[in-house]
């Protein structure tokens, strides 16, 4: 089985500009769960989405938004960006999602630079 | 607040020496895991460990979850460059995962 992919992997922003990442989970996965990683905060939970809904959410503001399609494939925005928002989005999938026994498997990550 | 606390956060050591990193909270976790990070790439997971004490073992990681599941230490023996990498422990509470709590991770380097 392919892992789960993350496009762009580099992406260079200026303030004020909106962003969208992209996530195609594991095939048959239908849990996907986006986290924020700086070197400062560590790994942080942004969101999850398991057959299109959002389920859970973290503490970010409400420029942070996402949405995951009908295929379980999953993208991100980021609008109005900050010299914060830079960092490495990873996208996670897991085939539920709900459970201590559900394995979350991470992409690659996109790295955003955000000048 | 940062939920778990991961140390050292830093850790050097010539290859063939043993080490211990630690994750602790104050808070109980249903479930904790470890993974290991590498540049360039997304955390994969190493193990899970749920019931209080419990003690896994992975070749030569040795993983350990406190009786109070608030804490979780990962020993290593041996230790060899390939073991190189950013060390992260996650908590989940209620009997999900989907919604982890990591640690900021105790950077690893093995020298040769």
Redesign the interface.
């Known amino acids: 089985k392919a892992g789960?992919t993350q496009t762009p992997r580099y992406l260079i922003k200026t303030r004020g500009q909106q962003v969208t990442l992209s996530c195609s989970p594991i095939s048959g996965h239908r849990?996907v769960?986006w986290?924020q990683q700086t070197p400062g905060?560590?790994?942080?939970?942004l969101f999850?989405y398991?057959s299109e809904t959002q389920?859970?959410k973290?503490n970010f503001p409400g420029r942070f938004s996402g949405r995951q399609f009908s295929n379980s494939r999953s993208e991100m925005n980021v609008s109005t960006l900050e010299l914060g928002d830079s960092a490495l989005y990873?996208c996670?999938s897991?085939p539920q999602?709900?459970?201590?026994?559900?394995?979350?498997?991470?992409?690659?990550?996109t790295r955003l630079t955000v000048l | 607040t940062q939920l778990l606390e991961q140390s050292p956060q830093f850790l050097s050591i010539q290859e063939g020496e043993n080490l211990t990193v630690y994750c602790n909270s104050s808070s109980v976790f249903s479930s904790l895991q470890w993974y290991r990070q590498e540049p360039g790439e997304g955390p994969v997971l190493l193990v899970t460990v749920v019931t209080g004490g419990e003690v896994k073992k992975l070749k030569r990681l040795t993983f350990q979850f406190g009786d109070a599941r608030k804490d979780s230490s990962l020993h290593i023996t041996a230790a060899q460059p390939g073991d190189t990498g950013l060390y992260l422990c996650a908590g989940a509470r209620g009997g999900s995962n989907y919604k982890l709590t990591f640690g900021k991770g105790t950077l690893l380097t093995v020298n040769p």
Do not use: K
């Open positions: 789960v849990s769960s986290y905060q560590g790994l942080q939970f999850e398991f389920r859970n973290g990873l996670a897991s999602g709900g459970l201590a026994s559900d394995t979350q498997y991470f992409g690659p990550g």
